[in-house]
């Protein structure tokens, strides 16, 4: 009997002590950031357009290839909110280095990040952008690599191209696929590297980069820049407080986005022809398309 006695106290005794105890939830998991993400999709059967965003037919006496892009780099990166908004006015996302290492201001090449079709170009904490509705996208490209055909002798072939569409770059060296170019100077908007089975040339300059703006009227860019812009579909709306993730692909037009003198009408690139070398006029993208999905 005494020990039914104790062994009813001792349970009632850890049912006071179980019965006391303050039950504290295990804490809720802190809250991540949620990005807009941006990544480059590459078309050749996207329309071909002007510096005014407007479709362009291949002018006589040229002719142009889509090229195979191997990698692209950007500069600079703005949401717009209206056509209104002067360069530089807008949501600046990112602004790559520069440097005077070369005497003028420069994109500093080795600081730029080469990505390819599909991965992250750039992420940004939706907090960290001034919430408000967003028309417009610039972007400035300054780097391209892609393969292109030519014709030497009346074989074709295909070689690589280093495209360099800033405004102005600081380049150490860089290398187009297998062959490193050394520079250690600013090249401006137009020089490029072409490697091919024969040889590595250069050039300084391909007459005009198509630069597409379909707001100029509005809004222009300073000429020599490569500030790529293009209207959201339904304007992009951030509040700060969104719970996914948004990504938007920019497609960019590579549709015949490779232009020269087609000297002799064959519609070859030949840039080595003894009597009638084909030069190089445009390199610059030929339009950008939007895409936003909330993931």
Not at 137 to 164: I, M, P
């Amino acid at each position: 009997m005494r020990y039914t006695y104790i062994i009813a106290c001792l349970a009632i005794a850890v049912c006071f002590a179980s019965c006391g105890k303050t039950i504290v939830d295990p804490p809720e998991p802190a809250a991540t950031d949620k990005y807009l993400v941006f990544k480059f999709h590459f078309d050749s059967t996207q329309a071909r357009l002007g510096n005014l965003g407007q479709p362009v037919s291949m002018p006589a006496g040229h002719w142009g290839q889509s090229p195979r892009f191997n990698v692209i780099a950007a500069h600079y990166f703005e949401l717009a909110p209206t056509a209104y908004t002067a360069l530089g006015s807008g949501a600046v996302l990112y602004k790559g280095a520069q440097t005077t290492a070369g005497g003028g201001d420069a994109i500093d090449f080795d600081q730029i990040t080469l990505v390819h079709e599909g991965e992250v170009a750039l992420k940004v904490p939706l907090k960290d952008i001034a919430a408000g509705s967003y028309q417009y996208l610039r972007v400035s490209l300054a780097y391209q690599n892609y393969g292109v055909n030519f014709t030497y002798n009346n074989v074709d072939y295909s070689g690589t191209l280093a495209s360099f569409i800033g405004f102005n770059s600081y380049i150490h060296s860089y290398r187009i696929k297998d062959s490193s170019v050394a520079v250690n100077a600013n090249k401006l908007q137009g020089y490029f590297g072409f490697e091919n089975i024969y040889n590595v040339t250069t050039g300084d300059g391909a007459g005009a980069t198509t630069v597409v703006n379909p707001i100029a009227d509005t809004s222009p860019i300073p000429a020599g820049n490569c500030v790529v812009t293009a209207a959201f579909p339904t304007p992009l709306h951030i509040t700060g407080n969104e719970s996914s993730d948004i990504t938007v692909t920019m497609s960019l037009s590579t549709n015949q986005s490779f232009e020269w003198e087609d000297l002799n009408g064959d519609h070859k690139w030949e840039p080595a022809d003894a009597t009638n070398p084909e030069h190089v006029v445009d390199m610059g993208i030929r339009g950008m398309a939007l895409y936003q999905v909330v993931e």
